[in-house]
């Protein structure tokens, strides 16, 4: 079946740090991938998305880029701030065997301090 | 604000009973999602609405059950609650039925205290 697989947390970083997140798949057919942002007591905001192969998602200063040969799509931002403190998801979307469903990795949370 | 609107906010109640959370998708939107989050399990899907229609089903409990009604509101009915239903419970809508590529936007949820 589908499934995300990210890296655990926490992460803690210091304020205009490089940040990485690893997230990688497993799909039937041409997944659509996503990360996802939770901020505390919100609900998730979409923070990115790519829906084929070599794309590249930016918003924020967030990039991923979509590699089907890894089947990856690692969250990176260049320099980190204390409001990027958050759980970050990464996600896909797929066919599934029962009509179309999203699947959401556990989580990562982000802790950035000044 | 992402247009999906949750009620309510909170909600406390005690085992064995039985609760009904909504949900309004955002203006436009055909499809309802119901997720669970809880610090153990993560993220999990419950079950997708398109149209009033059943469209996806994930690990929900038999004693759950939703329903999208004409306006394409949405109602989650948990009944004989456990401890273990202690959860924030998530509605998503999305424009169409498919998914690939469609965005979801997430209300801000319903904390549920099973006490």
């Known amino acids: 079946g589908n499934s995300v697989t990210q890296m655990e947390g926490p992460v803690t970083l210091s304020e205009e740090a490089f940040l990485t997140i690893n997230c990688t798949y497993t799909a039937t057919g041409y997944p659509s991938l996503f990360w996802y942002v939770q901020y505390p007591g919100e609900g998730l905001q979409l923070l990115l998305k790519?829906?084929?192969?070599?794309d590249k998602g930016s918003n924020k200063g967030f990039e991923a880029t979509y590699r089907k040969e890894t089947t990856s799509f690692h969250l990176e931002k260049g320099s980190v701030q204390v409001s990027d403190s958050a759980v970050y998801f990464c996600a896909l979307s797929a066919t599934g065997n029962y009509g179309q469903n999203f699947v959401f990795g556990p989580g990562t949370r982000l802790s950035v301090l000044p | 604000d992402s247009g999906v609107t949750q009620t309510p906010k909170h909600l406390i109640t005690a085992t064995g009973q039985r609760v009904t959370l909504r949900c309004s998708p955002r203006s436009g939107d055909l499809s309802v999602y119901w997720y669970q989050q809880s610090l153990d399990q993560g993220l999990q899907f419950l079950i997708q609405?398109?149209?009033?229609?059943?469209?996806a089903k994930g690990n929900i409990l038999e004693r759950f059950s939703a329903q999208q009604f004409p306006d394409l509101h949405s109602e989650l009915n948990l009944s004989s609650l456990e401890l273990g239903d202690s959860a924030l419970y998530f509605c998503?809508?999305?424009?169409?039925?498919?998914?690939?590529?469609?965005?979801?936007?997430f209300g801000s949820g319903t904390q549920l205290s099973v006490l």
């Open positions: 998503a809508s999305s424009v169409g039925g498919s998914g690939v590529g469609e965005k979801l936007f």
């Open positions: 609405y398109y149209n009033g229609e059943e469209r």
């Open positions: 790519a829906t084929k192969a070599d």
